[in-house]
């Protein structure tokens, strides 16, 4: 089983992007999990898509395709999606109807250095994916607050509760993508 | 007065920009909109950020500051706000507590080509307002559903009643700024 | 397969309670839905549940608890959930962790007189659905706006058009209760 | 200067009934705060409406009307608004466009046992208010995590840093109606 990572911010010692490396390692055997790349990505503008999807989106959308499931980390901006996620989702959701997530099975955590999680980010998060018929997971949730104490200077998550929250989404996903996938 | 306006998509054609263009000509007499650009804002990224706000950056934080209130026309990509417009509200959201936006007067209308008139965008909108201690003016709403009918082939704005929307948003606006501002 | 229908509306002839009617003469062979009531659940109260469910809410869950799945139709009052509709899930989401929808597929319709649709109680809706980890559709989405020109005076279904969807809505869940029913 | 407190709990020993008793406690000089009751409202009918408001419901309203501002406190229950707070509020927006609410000062604050501080619940009750045309305050924001270790056991506010935010929530609720309130 193959999952895409995309981490929602682009600060290179970012925490989220600490969770999807902590998620690499505590996959379980059989399940690898690759991180995608979403500075690159232009802003959307339809004029442009009307030419044809620049590179950088075109790679993103192939990659979401051939990933069994997609997981994402994301920071908490302004009490919403960060717009490089957004942005990013945007270009991934066209066509309409169309979007290389739809009926994707994916998973959503989330670290923050303030108190809350990450808690509404998430929440607005589910509804754009909502919109292009993504296959959710519902629970377990994710939301890493006062990141700072749950990492170490490198950018490794050592609290241990986390790393176990951090396995069980994991597993939980692998779990979900086999119970949603079509039967043969 | 001076208000700013700033158009959540980059389209040309844009019919938000439509709007705002629409709102320029209806605006009582003065008061001006100017329009902001979010073209050339870069992604997001805090890196970036310790080294200094890119110009496009700086220069839309200032015209922000100079203007005596805030004009936001959008469309709503995947039931949210455009990753476009987000991510220009994530770096004017900074530093945190101290946001250009804070407690400016500023009002919302949104244009769709769908049947829901970009009702989740502007919700989604005046939520990260709020983080940032935004005056947001609560009505009246401009919500335009099945845009194609209501601008000509040049962008114009042509519905008359969407019209009369407009303009009583943007006297609205102008009275809201008249009466949060603090009483010499 | 039993589908329990469930109506956020309290009012006789209530455009909702038509969804659900219509539903019923719509649902796919092998499929029948009964309408649960909300009119006789009290206001939620912690001292009133540490005694004991009251009748009318052990009776909901036991309800939700014998159904394959549940089918909620509900308007949009104040862009939100109707406290109605709400009260009854704080009583059936309880104890914490424990909800008799836990786990249960689930599917979102809603009608309402003004020209958006409920789009945005269905969306407060799936948010509280996803705390009680529920198995909620992603798609289709059934938005009746201007419920009066859709139903007749009777209160019946009569636009064809939203009858095809309240069918198709109805086949995808029952499609969905297939799909994510634990293999035996 | 008369405020309205509304508490978004029936329980008796509700935290959030700790909050506006505490913020009787901690109002300046010349503000009188009064706690109204939600127990009686009925659930919302609008067969009920048509006949008439219930008494409580009509006593309800009347207290919104009479008083300068509103303070709601409220929990979170399944990451929304209370079902008995959203009923109430849902008597309260009618008729549609003629809330008691509109125009009026308010203030939200909140607290929970969870982590979360409510934070959900307050964003879903700001986008109700917003659509009865509520001068609702912006900032500051007072969320109440683990609520257990912030009061004592006859249900008092005792938390030293939870005081500070409450006391200056209602000053800043003061001040915003004397700013928006129209001068003479």
Redesign the interface.
Known sequence: MRILGICG????ASYNRGLLVAAQGLAPAGTTIEIGE??D?P?????VEAIGDPAPVASLKERIRQADAVLIATPE??????????????WV?RPAGQSALKQKPLAIMGASDG???T??AQ??L???????????L??PWV?V?LAKDKFDASGALTDERTREQVKGLVAALVAWME??T??A
Chains 1, 2, 3, 4 share one sequence.
């Open positions: 911010s682009l600060r290179r979403l500075k990505i802003l959307f503008d339809q004029d901006y302004d009490w919403g999606v960060p717009g490089v996620l957004k942005n990013a989702l945007d959701s108190p809350w999680g808690t509404r929440l607005q589910r509804q754009s994916l909502t919109y292009m018929d993504v296959l959710t519902p629970s939301y607050a119970r949603v079509p039967r």
